[in-house]
């Protein structure tokens, strides 16, 4: 079983940061891509940004300077931080990551229980 664990969401004005973390434990073999996604009230889930296990990045339109992300392979860990932040970044923020379970077992999707991001203007 393998389980995403977050945390750092609250309640900030604009303009503040917030840095969230999310865990992942359980019975890993390896993690591949790890990422964050967003959902705001009333909105589909969309995508904030991903990063590869070698540390290749991406991002949406709508974060980008703003926001960055890190892992670190030692821990199953995934950090974004979040600078400059607006109202419209206000949502729940879910990690996702692609993990395997054994060498020789396909990779699966896992999601963590969501963390709320409150941006006051």
């Known amino acids: 079983q393998v389980q995403l664990v977050e945390s750092g969401g609250g309640s900030v004005q604009a303009g503040g940061s917030l840095r969230l973390s999310c865990a992942a434990s359980?019975?890993?073999?390896?993690?591949?891509?790890m990422g964050w996604y967003r959902q705001a009230p009333g909105k589909q889930r969309e995508l904030v940004t991903t990063?590869?296990?070698?540390?290749?990045?991406n991002y949406a339109d709508s974060v980008k300077g703003r926001f960055t992300i890190s892992r670190d392979n030692a821990k199953n860990t995934v950090y974004l931080q979040m600078n400059s932040l607006k109202p419209e970044d206000t949502g729940v923020y879910y990690c996702?990551?692609?993990?395997?379970?054994?060498?020789?077992?396909?990779?699966?999707?896992?999601w963590g229980q969501g963390t709320q991001v409150t941006v006051s203007s």
């Open positions: 359980g019975k890993i073999y390896r993690i591949n891509d």
């Open positions: 996702h990551a692609i993990i395997s379970q054994g060498p020789s077992l396909w990779s699966s999707a896992y």
């Open positions: 990063i590869t296990k070698d540390s290749d990045t």
